[in-house]
């Protein structure tokens, strides 16, 4: 089943990358219907959600996020540098890259916390191309050909990726990685396996994971809240106002206001384009 789901993947990259990027937009709408009609157990879930935007005057629109969530995935089987370079650069623009060059001048390594907003992947090139020295971490999958397909494929549009998991001392190597002069690209908003710190997050309680604050405090190294947003022609990648991570009495009540920090900027990305915000796992602790 493993080496199915590679060669499925690795077929859908062949076919898809020859295809002109305006007709991927496009599939991503009949695909993302019948991908809601399937899933429609973890679509009903996504209707629930309505109620935690309404108090914010969000309109959350679970088909939409489900066809968003599609597009994702058909850029990345369609993306190459080729690709990118034709399609996607003309039409990026960069919003507060003052903010990144200003702490460019001050630290060797700068870390970028994100969430799970718009095509994260395409903000690789474009960080190649403001002069950014980018790493992240993965998360281990079950099926190492698939893990080792997409590290391929992220590393070939100019990034270092390191598997993160249980023993792999991650926090020690990236506290190296980022004095040695690399910018660290987290995705922040979501959890893995159920645990995080309690973080509020549009007025419930979320487990957020603590890498980048923790990563901050222990560097003091500013964070960089950022998101790539898709526009009406291709992609904004926006970096929001940065914030430093002050000791406070102990560590825990350190990272826990971090986090608060991180947590009310993540809102602002968000509101940009909620149905473009690709978590269809659980973010709250309702949701278990």
């Not at 507060?96 to 702490?103: A, D, F, P, R, S």
């Not at 901050?216 to 960089?224: A, D, F, N, Q, R």
Request: net charge positive; proline share 5%.
């Amino acid at each position: 089943m493993k080496i199915l789901q590679y060669l499925f993947i690795s077929f859908s990259h062949k076919i898809l990358k020859i295809l002109p990027y305006t007709l991927i937009r496009l599939l991503s709408v009949p695909i993302g219907i019948i991908y809601f009609l399937l899933t429609f157990r973890s679509s009903v879930k996504l209707f629930k959600r309505k109620e935690i935007f309404k108090n914010f005057n969000i309109d959350y629109k679970p088909l939409i996020v489900k066809i968003n969530y599609t597009r994702y995935w058909l850029e990345t089987l369609w993306l190459t540098n080729k690709n990118f370079s034709k399609h996607i650069s003309p039409h990026v623009e960069i919003e507060n890259q003052e903010y990144v060059q200003k702490l460019k001048k001050q630290y060797p390594g700068l870390i970028f916390a994100l969430p799970h907003l718009g095509n994260w992947e395409f903000a690789i090139p474009i960080g190649n191309s403001i002069k950014l020295n980018l790493l992240a971490v993965a998360e281990p999958l079950n099926n190492s050909y698939v893990l080792n397909w997409f590290k391929s494929l992220r590393e070939s549009l100019g990034i270092e990726i390191i598997i993160g998991g249980k023993g792999q001392n991650t926090f020690d190597l990236l506290v190296n990685k980022l004095k040695s002069g690399k910018d660290i690209c987290l995705l922040s908003e979501r959890s893995i396996k159920k645990s995080g710190v309690a973080t509020e997050f549009f007025g419930q309680l979320a487990a957020f994971p603590k890498g980048p604050v923790a990563l901050s405090l222990k560097t003091e190294v500013p964070i960089i809240p950022t998101a790539m947003i898709k526009t009406k022609r291709g992609y904004k990648l926006r970096f929001n106002k940065p914030f430093y991570v002050p000791y406070f009495e102990n560590e825990a009540t350190s990272i826990q206001h971090g986090l608060k920090t991180l947590s009310k900027s993540f809102e602002e990305l968000l509101t940009l384009d909620i149905n473009d915000w690709h978590s269809i796992q659980p973010v709250w602790t309702s949701e278990y």
